[in-house]
């Protein structure tokens, strides 16, 4: 077997999950015709119970048995039917196995294709954990087709949404946070305002198409997209106004309190760099379930995947079809650690804010507000 390059893992990625996802839909039918087939067999056997008839007592039960009997070979066939899927699925894993830095991929086991898991169909290891990680939010899953990409507004009106900023901020901080989300630099209100449609964040997923419209975005003749956004795995934003200020309100109370102002207060805590960011935890921002929402890749649970999904979105653009998907998702309500990350560059003796999200999880390189001085 000829060995895959770094350039084929986009590709692979997305033929094993095309593949997975045919199987689950294959899984899904098979389910929905034996549970059909079982039901409509009781519902006659039902109707004869009552019959008194020579010769016709021990019909119900054998009208019952065939009915279990027709389930039963619905799951049969379906085993057979998946064996050629498991086989191709598990020979793309030796392909892509290497490039992750595993030899190979054990050899799959002759009862494979009857396993009723889909993972455990796979050896043990990486094939099985990338399945698995695969296939767990495929029924959640959801993608953007290009043509409905290309439909999605960029720059929505942001001035209604601007308007409404002021009241969710204090008093004493109303006029300071206002301005730091009307900095020409600041995008937090154009690519993560309550104004932003689910398409429009679909759009940016899947298509890196910016919903600011800063950057550029097209559909060249041979249908591929050149984009010149950028977006990692996850992409989201608040769902109002009034929870946009909640995080830029609790900073903006720590800075006055603990340093006097804010640029006093960023520049003792970034040191000699001329950037910084800031977690500011929901609790501490008061975010609480439903402020924001948003999309994750799917598929996307392992170092893995992440890296080859991003590869398959990739190959997507290139190709001009949708290669991946997303999972809608409330990272205040689901995260491990969430609440919202500030981002500000210095300008002069000022500091600017870059932008304003929800997070699930801080990175590892944001400070956190209950540790700055």
């Not at 500091?351 to 390189?365: D, F, H, Q």
Request: aromatic content about 6%.
């Amino acid at each position: 077997m000829a060995l895959a390059r770094s350039s084929d893992q986009g590709e692979l990625r997305a033929a094993i999950e095309g593949l997975l996802r045919t199987w689950v839909d294959l899984d899904r039918q098979a389910d929905n015709a034996a549970r059909a087939s079982r039901e409509q067999a009781h519902r006659v056997a039902r109707q004869l119970v009552g019959l008194r008839q020579p010769g016709l007592s021990g019909l119900a039960d054998e009208v019952t048995g065939i009915g279990t009997l027709m389930s039963a070979d619905v799951t049969r066939k379906l085993a057979e039917v998946r064996a050629p899927y498991v086989a191709e699925v598990h020979q793309l894993l030796g392909l892509l196995a290497p490039l992750h830095g595993v030899a190979s991929v054990p050899p799959l086991a002759w009862s494979s294709a009857a396993v009723a898991d889909l993972a455990g169909a796979f050896p043990a290891g990486f094939a099985r954990d990338y399945v698995a990680d695969l296939v767990k939010s495929v029924e959640r899953s959801v993608t953007l087709e290009l043509e409905a990409a290309g439909r999605v507004v960029s720059q929505p009106d942001v001035d209604g949404v601007m308007v409404a900023l002021g009241s969710g901020f204090s008093d004493a901080h109303r006029a300071e946070g206002v301005a730091l989300l009307r900095d020409a630099i600041c995008h937090a209100v154009q690519r993560h305002g309550p104004q932003i449609s689910d398409d429009a964040q679909l759009a940016r997923l899947i298509w890196l198409k910016d919903p600011s419209g800063q950057n550029s975005w097209q559909i060249t003749s041979n249908e591929s997209v050149q984009t010149g956004h950028r977006c990692g795995v996850v992409c989201g934003g608040f769902t109002s106004s009034a929870a946009l200020a909640k995080p830029i309100e609790a900073l903006l109370e720590v800075a006055h309190e603990r340093a006097g102002d804010l640029a006093t207060f960023l520049s003792r805590n970034a040191g000699l760099s001329s950037s910084i960011g800031v977690h500011v935890s929901a609790q501490l921002a008061r975010l609480e379930p439903g402020d924001a929402s948003g999309y994750h890749g799917a598929g996307t649970g392992t170092r893995e995947t992440r890296r080859d999904w991003v590869k398959a979105r990739a190959f997507g653009l290139a190709e001009g079809r949708a290669t991946v998907y997303g999972v809608a998702y409330d990272p205040i309500a689901t995260g491990t650690d969430p609440g919202a990350t500030l981002v500000f560059k210095k300008s002069g003796n000022d500091w600017r804010m870059v932008t304003c999200y929800p997070v699930g999880e801080p990175k590892p390189t944001d400070a956190r507000l209950e540790d700055l001085t």
